[in-house]
């Protein structure tokens, strides 16, 4: 069902975590399963210099976090903004239907991180 590609990421995720201090934090949660995770994002010179994830759900939106993390970080705020859930689905080499709502989990809590980080820096000026 799953790529070895998913499988991979699933079993050894890159950039699990969080970070203290974050200039940027996103949460999304799926009603429907329960799933939620958290995208933490650091940002230096309109870039993501640092970015992780903390994902408690299945294992495709676990691989999908893992891969998001890895297709945004070093990018600026406006390319990152523009990964979409079927780029990391192209990445993992394709998910089940039944699972494509999952990697959406993982687009939607980047633009949150990033639009989190926004409005924190509107506050400050
Ligand atoms: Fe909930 Fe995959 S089943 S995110």
Known sequence: ???????DHFKNPRN????ENADGIGKVGNPVCGDVMWI????????IADIKFETFGCGAAVATSSVI???????????AEKITNQDVIDVLEGLPPLKKHCSLLAEQGL????????????AKH
């Open 40 to 47: 933490y994002i650091k940002v230096r010179d309109d870039r």
């Open 111 to 122: 633009r949150a991180a990033i639009n989190d980080y926004r409005e924190k820096q509107r």
């Open 16 to 19: 699990m975590g969080r970070i």
């Open 69 to 79: 993390t890895e297709l945004a970080k070093g990018k600026t705020l406006e390319e």
């Open 1 to 7: 069902m799953y790529s070895e590609k998913l499988l």
